[in-house]
Structure formats: C-alpha cells, structure tokens
C-alpha cells in the first residue's frame, strides 16, 4: 500500500455536513458568523483569510473582517478584540499571528472569550484539551491531521505515534489528540538524540517540525502513515513540506501531500469550530 491520504476529500465531507447545520440554524434566524482579526499586510495572511471567506461562504458562515493596522498600540488592539467578544452576532473569533512585537500574545491569549476561541488560543481551551473535555476548542491544524485519519480509517489504536515537533500550534495538542485515541506517544524535537531511530521506529508519523523536507526516507519505518503539516517555500518558490514527497513515496505505506493535504481540511475545521461555538451558545 502507498496511499496518498488527500485532503480534498476530507475538506469536501466536512462542508457537505457543516452545510446540514447552517440550513437548520437559518431555519431558528441563526446565522454563523466568524470574525477575522489581522494586524497589518501580510501576504500569507491575506492568503489565509482569503481562503477561509471563501469556504465559510461555501458552508453559509457570515465572516466579519477587523483589519488592524501594523503599528496598532496593544491598547487599541485589546479594545477591538473586545468588541468582538461582546457583539452577540459573532460566534467564533480568529487572530491571525504571528503578531507585531510590540503587541503581548499572552496578554491577548487571555483576552479572547474562550467559548468564542476557536483556534485554542485560550489557556481555558488548552486545559479542556489536556483533560479531554469535548466542550473546548482544539487547535485547527492538528485537529485536521486528525480528520484525515478518521476518513481515510487509519487505525490508531495501541499503534506508536511520534509527532515531530512541540510547538502548542501544532506538535503538543497533536499528541494529545492521539493519546486520546489510545496511540502510544512519542514528542521529538531538532534537539532529540538518535532522531532517525525514534522516528523511524513509528507507525504514525506526524511532521511539524518547520523545516523543508527535513524528513527523508531513514526517518521513516515501511509501510507508516505519515502527515506532514509544514508549509515552507523553496528557493525558486516552490511549497514544500517538512517531508521529502518523492522518498516518503518509496517507504510510507500512507501520505499527505503538500500542497493538497493538511491544509486543505483546516480551513473546514475551522468552520466546523464556528458551528460547535454557535450552538453552545444558542444552547
């Protein structure tokens, strides 16, 4: 087997469900709305924000656009964060990061409503994913590794799991994810001694590790599941993941690409977060 775990397919089921719920939330004058907080410019945000209007669009989700401008003072920017946690319209709540230096993560981190946090932002959300309470928030992108093993019925279950990477975006919520689904879980790191031998050694491998085709085929164990989560961009432009596409081809026995993986279902996770958030809190 070498199967190439897509993330179309996934994307496509989520939004066909996701489309269920907005018809009969409008059925109750309940219309999902997700609002989208950016600081500045930036062109991979743009990108990003573009592609979620777009899909939140397709599924019936109303989007609301708070564009801040770069140098914004963290006074202002908390001020506009509020607003969003007080309108009643609003259900979900994105920031974009990172964010300019001069503004504090941590202070904003604790500012956001967590029952409107849909990323994980929220030290609240953190908790309920530690404690594996269903009524918190997970991050998009591991939650969306996730979803593709789920479609694609990659059994989980007493298998090893190693997640490369520890950031809390991605690499820490991830195995936590897998715990959940009874996999026995190793974090490793740039740092981890003998790198290629714990790696190797895993039936799923998840690849966060931020760094272009850091994974070669010695990193990998025949016949594994492997997810790469990286985005980066080569010397002629080119996006690439943390995995080396053509020798995970001649070892995995299953793999998401890049582009067309992970990050063609985060965006209908994401959705699927401002839903959750909508009901709980219209009960």
């Given at each position: 087997?070498?199967?190439?775990?897509?993330?179309?397919?996934?994307?496509?089921?989520?939004?066909?469900?996701?489309?269920?719920?907005?018809?009969?939330?409008?059925?109750?004058?309940?219309?999902?709305?997700?609002?989208?907080?950016?600081?500045?410019?930036?062109?991979?945000?743009?990108?990003?924000?573009?592609?979620?209007?777009?899909?939140?669009?397709?599924?019936?989700?109303?989007?609301?656009?708070?564009?801040?401008?770069?140098?914004?003072?963290?006074?202002?920017?908390?001020?506009?964060?509020?607003?969003?946690?007080?309108?009643?319209?609003?259900?979900?709540?994105?920031?974009?990061?990172?964010?300019?230096?001069?503004?504090?993560?941590?202070?904003?981190?604790?500012?956001?409503?967590?029952?409107?946090?849909?990323?994980?932002?929220?030290?609240?959300?953190?908790?309920?994913?530690?404690?594996?309470?269903?009524?918190?928030?997970?991050?998009?992108?591991?939650?969306?590794?996730?979803?593709?093993?789920?479609?694609?019925?990659?059994?989980?279950?007493?298998?090893n799991a190693v997640v490369l990477g520890r950031s809390m975006v991605v690499g820490k919520p991830a195995a936590l994810l897998l715990l959940?689904?009874?996999?026995?879980?190793?974090?490793?790191?740039?740092?981890?001694?003998?790198?290629?031998?714990?790696?190797?050694?895993?039936?799923?491998l998840i690849a966060a590790i931020g760094r272009s085709e850091f994974v070669r085929e010695a990193h990998i164990k025949e016949g594994a599941?492997?997810?790469?989560?990286?985005?980066?961009?080569?010397?002629?432009?080119?996006?690439?993941?943390?995995?080396?596409?053509?020798?995970?081809?001649s070892k995995a026995g299953a793999f998401t690409p890049v582009p067309g993986g992970v990050g063609s279902v985060t965006t209908a996770v994401?959705?699927?977060?401002?839903?959750?958030?909508?009901?709980?809190?219209?009960?």
């Open positions: 087997m070498n199967e190439l775990l897509k993330g179309k397919p996934v994307a496509d089921a989520i939004v066909e469900a996701l489309k269920n719920d907005t018809t009969v939330l409008e059925s109750k004058d309940i219309i999902p709305c997700l609002a989208l907080i950016r600081v500045g410019e930036k062109s991979d945000d743009i990108a990003y924000e573009r592609g979620i209007v777009k899909r939140c669009d397709d599924i019936g989700i109303k989007t609301k656009k708070v564009e801040l401008a770069e140098n914004i003072t963290q006074e202002a920017f908390l001020s506009a964060l509020k607003e969003v946690n007080e309108d009643s319209l609003v259900h979900g709540i994105l920031i974009f990061r990172p964010l300019p230096k001069q503004l504090d993560e941590k202070v904003i981190e604790v500012s956001i409503a967590p029952g409107k946090d849909v990323d994980c932002l929220h030290p609240e959300n953190t908790a309920k994913l530690l404690t594996g309470d269903e009524s918190g928030f997970v991050p998009c992108t591991p939650m969306a590794v996730m979803e593709i093993f789920k479609h694609y019925q990659i059994p989980l279950e007493g298998k959940q689904e009874n996999a026995t879980v190793t974090v490793a790191h740039s740092r981890t001694k003998e790198l290629e031998k714990i790696t190797a050694g895993a039936d799923i599941v492997v997810a790469d989560v990286g985005i980066n961009v080569d010397e002629e432009g080119n996006m690439t993941g943390d995995v080396h596409q053509d020798e995970a081809k994401l959705a699927k977060q401002v839903i959750k958030a909508c009901k709980m809190q219209h009960k």
